[in-house]
Each structure stands twice: as C-alpha cells, then as structure tokens.
C-alpha cells in the first residue's frame, strides 16, 4: 500500500509507513510499517541487531531513510531536520550533558527553542516535581543515581512538548533490582505525557508491561505487530513466541480427539487444550513453561513424550528445566522441591497450553 | 581464640626490596641528567657563572643586553606571533577533521582509506623542521613550484606569511593528535540528542561540543605552541628573512661564541615555552570549572 498524503494527515501521532534504512548495501531496517496513536506506547522489539535502534533514529532525524515515509502529528517529516520533527530523544546511555545542571539539562530544548525565560522556569519546575528530582535541580549528571539520570533525562526529552517520544533502552543501564521500580515509574510518566511513544527494548518484560502494543522485530523486519495480548496469546512465529513468552511453537494436526505433534511421535488429546482461531495460517501449539509437566506414572501411550534433561535452573520458587525431546528443546517449570531425573516422560498440563487453529487462507 | 592473620601471606615483592622513593629517583634519573643540570649550566652562564667563557663573575649585564636589543625583541615578537597564530591557523583546519572523525563509527575509523588519510594528516610530525622549511622553498621559494604558476608566490616562504604557513604545517599534527583523541571520546549522541530537542549545529557546536571539548583545545594549543616557539630547523631553513628566536640562539654561539649571550636568549625561550604549558595547564583547568558552573 502507497501512502497518500489524506491518510499522513489523518494520523495524529506518528506514522511510518514502509521505512528502508540501508547502510551500504546493508538492510538495516526494511519496510518498516508502523503507527503510534498520541498518549500510546509502541515496544520495538526484537534480538540484537535486529533494527530497532535504526527505526527509532530514523524517526528522530538521526538516519536518513532510503525509501519510505515518516509523517508526525500529519506532516510527513521524511526529510525534515531532527531539531523540526518535534520528538524528544532518551538515548540508552541518557545522553546527559555533564556540564550543565539537572534543572539546565531540562532547560536545554526549550532554550533552544527560544521559550521565554518564566515558561521556561515553570516548566523546569513542573517536571523536577513530576519526576520527584526537585531536590537535585543543582546538582551534575556525575552526582546522580542511574534512575535518577534516567528520570532528568526523560524530563529533558518531556519538556520541549515532544508529539513523539522516542526511548531507547530506557532501562538498560540500570541494575535488574531498580528496574521493577523504574519500570512502574516510568509507566506512570509516559501516562502523565500525552505523546506518541517508541520504546526500544529487547527486554520482554519491558516490552510487556510498558507496551499498548508490540511490534517484533527479525533482520531488519516486522515479524508481527499488534497488542501484547495478541501476541502473547497467538504469537506469528517461533521468534515471536520464544522471545516474548519464552514459548515453543510446535507445529500440529488434528487426528479425532488430538493434536498430532512430532509426526506422530506425541499425541496431546484436544480436550487438555484451549483452543484459539489463529491469524497465522498453519496450525500450531503453543507450549509455554508452565504448559508441561513431567509424569512419573503416565501409561506408555503417545499422549506423553519421552524427554532427556540437558539443563536444570533452580530460580527460587521453581525450577527451569530444558528438555530435548524429538530433536526439539522445550522448556518447562516445576517446583523447587521436585527430584529430576535424566530421562523423564513429559505431558501437557491440562488447560495451559494453547492449540492455534490455523485459518485457511 | 583463632590466632590466625586475616591479611594473606606476605612473599618477596620488588616493592618490598626497593623504597618507593629510590624507584623513583630511578626513575627520574634520566629526567634530572638531561633536563635539570643543562638547564643548570645555561641559567649560570646566563648570570655569568657559567662554564668558561661565561664564568666571569655574576651579572645581569646579558639581559640588560637582551632586553635592550631591537633585534632580540623582533626575533622573540615573531617568534610569539608564528607560535601562536600557526597553532591558531591550525586549530581552525583541525577541529572540523576531528569533529567529524568524532562521528565516524570505530569500524570506519580502522577502513584503509581513513587510515591512509590520517598517516598523511600526521606526516609533519615525522618530518624535521629543517626538511619543512625545505618544502616551502621548494613550493614557494624564488623557483618554487607555486612561484611558477604565480609570481606572487615566489619569494613568498622568506616573509612572514611564508614563515607562518611553514609553522602552520609543522604545528598541524602536534594540534590533531591530542585533540582527536578528545573529540573520539566525546558520545556522539550528547549532539545527537541536542539536535533532537530543537538545537541548530551551531547552537551544539556552542552550548554541548565546544564546552566539553575547550579545556583539551586550550592544553593542546599551549603545548603545541610552546614546541613551535622552541623549533629551529625550519626556521633556520627560511632564515634569510623573518628572524626568530632559536635562530638568535644559535647564531650567538656560532658568529663569535657569545655563550653567556646565547644562553641568556635560551633562558629566556625556554620561559617562554614553559610559561605557555603553564599559562595553558591553568587555563584548561580554569576552562574545566567555568564549564561545570555554567
């Protein structure tokens, strides 16, 4: 689909509409088609160079695109300078200007844009109060925490009234025990802004929690985009299902009262499934952790699978058991307390994994 | 009770055998031999007691004579003025190499192309100052290539101009080298991040990369003009029209033996050139606390 200028001016956040970044004659990013409605987040995700980074700087100016459009607020932006296309950037790294003031690295775009000095001061003060920093307004980049730095950083990008958010990793930087905290913070701060926000992460629990909607990406491409319940719940393909649910996505037919797995090496009857109509053609089960459960006792029927353990991870309240069976890995939780063979025979837990009905094309 | 040591077991060091103090001593033998006793020497036959024939006796009769001298005071002028406007000139064509090398990825930096136009970029810094001044008589001295194509070069490397440019190649690389090292540590994406928020280059180059780069710009400036005020060769080449200091120096001992004389115009380029690492040494750091207050 081409892109006319009536439906650029109909978006009234951002719109990118089959976005081509190349470097060389490499495809950093390839047709990227997506859009973000104002006051709503959009997750870019995906594994390591994977052209998330690329899309978001593209959208800020910072890439120039090969082919393809980017309209903000209903003006296409495609060329337009990164000072006029009105985002406001959170690189990963917070980018903070360290010789300059908390309360002047949030100044600093609207002194660039020429905001009067008592708009200007009112808003530095209307942001030291919302992101809780007013008491190190004075104080360096250098003397902050890193949540802190993130906070400065997003009230930096906030304060020039972006139309478009653009986060990169927000949390990275940060220690895995801050991140529970930050990550509800942050939530609550984008809910106060009432941009269109692109949020970088290749962290799913990021993506999840912080994301209306997720767009996954593969090389360069959208492997699929929607809301997160969409994915979680029927997930394009194995990429999608590994990397936003640590899942497996094993492909199936229907034999009577089961769903036929591993040409026939395992037969899971229909009745221990939920049934979902998927978007994805092919039929499929969806096996997440929780969805198996080793069984001592199982008769020797083919409603069980013989398994090899190859990885025992003990994570507190449960342990994380990876398993090969078929050739295939899968992946299952089960209490701590729970001895573990080598060899184990595994059945699906009734109720907890999903069979994806594949609609004919 | 445990009667054990907590501290782990103590073998032989080096540390152990040799005080801190003797190493370095050791270590600044080298130092105090070459730098301190002739500095030493000069500044004694500089007062008159020196080694012979600067050793009649104390006086200040050499600086009197230095500083009274028209062609002392012309010399340390131009010396001054080629010091510090060729390492100027300089610093103009260098910032925005290092700037935009600044932007270049790591893996762009290493291509062989770059490479090849970095060696090239730091070439002067290999070559003797005598062979510099051989380049601009051989470009635009009387029969240089340039004279050739037009008059108005010819002749040009024996006037100040000349001279200027000569320096200006000279001080090129000792201006690059610090400072792109300085700029490749800047994060790109400090400008990056400014321009996303509303600001023109301009306004970043002002308000973000000038700031964070401005006290290696002053400390490189002083030292490499501090070099440039000491370097002979190449004026010595050009030396038949613009005089500078090192010139002065020599021809003292080399018309006559003058070495109390010499000495004394040695002592006082070497004041020049330390008071130009010291005056930039305070600068850079005076530049580093206005930056953080700003």
Not at chain 1, 85 to 104: D, E, I, K, T
Not at chain 2, 81 to 93: E, F, P, R, T, W
Not at chain 2, 201 to 206: D, E, Y
Request: a positive charge; aromatic letters at 6%.
């Amino acid at each position: 689909m081409t892109i006319v200028p009536e439906s650029l001016a109909a978006h009234a956040g951002l719109l990118i509409e089959r976005a081509t970044v190349r470097y060389g004659g490499t495809v950093a990013a390839g047709e990227i088609t997506l859009d973000v409605a104002p006051g709503e987040t959009v997750a870019l995700v995906g594994p390591s160079g994977c052209g998330k980074s690329t899309t978001l700087r593209a959208v800020a100016g910072l890439v120039p695109l090969s082919e393809g459009r980017i309209a903000i607020r209903g003006l296409d932006v495609t060329r337009a300078a990164p000072p006029s296309r009105g985002v406001g950037l959170v690189p990963q790294n917070y980018a903070l200007f360290p010789h300059m003031s908390v309360a002047a690295n949030i100044a600093y775009g609207m002194r660039a844009r020429r905001v009067p000095a008592t708009k200007r001061q009112r808003t530095v003060d209307g942001l030291l109060e919302l992101t809780s920093l007013g008491h190190l307004a004075d104080r360096r980049p250098d003397q902050l925490s890193g949540g802190q730095r993130q906070r400065v950083a997003l009230a930096r990008a906030l304060a020039v009234e972006p139309s478009v958010l653009l986060l990169d990793e927000p949390m990275a930087a940060l220690d895995p025990q801050l991140r529970g905290g930050l990550r509800r913070e942050l939530a609550e701060l984008l809910r106060a802004a009432d941009s269109a926000t692109l949020l970088v992460t290749h962290d799913q629990r990021e993506a999840l929690a912080l994301g209306q909607r997720i767009a996954v990406l593969r090389e360069g491409r959208i492997v699929q985009f929607g809301t997160a319940r969409e994915l979680w719940n029927d997930p394009a393909d194995a990429l999608v299902a590994d990397f936003l649910a640590g899942s497996r996505l094993l492909d199936a037919h229907l034999d009577g009262e089961h769903a036929v797995l591993f040409d026939g090496r395992w037969r899971v009857p229909l009745d221990g499934l939920v049934k979902r109509t998927s978007a994805h053609g092919r039929t499929r089960v969806l096996m997440r952790p929780e969805s198996l459960m080793i069984v001592g006792d199982a008769p020797r029927d083919q409603t069980a699978l013989d398994a090899e353990v190859t990885h025992t991870e003990f994570v507190g309240e449960a342990l994380h058991i990876t398993l090969e069976a078929a050739g295939t890995v899968l992946t299952i939780r089960t209490p701590a307390d729970v001895g573990v063979p080598r060899h184990v025979r595994v059945a699906v837990r009734p109720g907890h994994a999903s069979l994806l009905i594949g609609s004919p094309n | 009770m445990p009667t054990g040591s907590l501290s782990a077991p103590r073998g032989l060091r080096f540390g152990d055998v040799l005080p801190g103090a003797f190493v370095l001593v050791l270590a600044l033998a080298p130092v105090l031999l070459f730098s301190v006793y002739p500095v030493a020497v000069l500044v004694a036959n500089s007062f008159g007691v020196g080694i012979a024939p600067a050793s009649g006796g104390f006086t200040l009769e050499h600086y009197d004579r230095a500083f009274a001298s028209k062609s002392v005071s012309s010399a340390l002028g131009n010396s001054v003025l080629v010091a510090i406007g060729s390492v100027c000139i300089s610093l103009g064509l260098v910032l925005p190499i290092v700037l935009r090398q600044g932007k270049r990825s790591a893996a762009r930096r290493e291509r062989a192309s770059a490479s090849a136009a970095d060696t090239l970029l730091a070439l002067p810094m290999a070559l003797p100052g005598i062979i510099i001044g051989f380049f601009a008589i051989v470009l635009v001295g009387r029969t240089g290539l340039l004279g050739l194509i037009w008059e108005g070069f010819s002749g040009f490397a024996y006037v100040f101009g000349g001279m200027l440019v000569a320096y200006v190649y000279f001080s090129f690389p000792r201006v690059l080298g610090p400072l792109r090292g300085a700029a490749a540590a800047l994060d790109p994406a400090l400008a990056e991040c400014a321009r996303t928020l509303g600001a023109s280059r301009v306004r970043v180059f002002a308000t973000v990369t000038l700031p964070m780069l401005l006290p290696a710009v002053i400390e490189t400036c002083a030292t490499a003009s501090a070099v440039a005020l000491g370097g002979y060769g190449t004026v010595a080449t050009l030396s038949e029209g613009v005089r500078l200091l090192p010139l002065n120096v020599v021809n003292e001992l080399t018309t006559g033996y003058r070495l109390a004389d010499s000495s004394t115009l040695a002592v006082l380029l070497a004041l020049g050139a330390v008071a130009a690492i010291a005056v930039g040494r305070l600068l850079s750091r005076g530049a580093k606390w206005a930056v953080s207050r700003a």
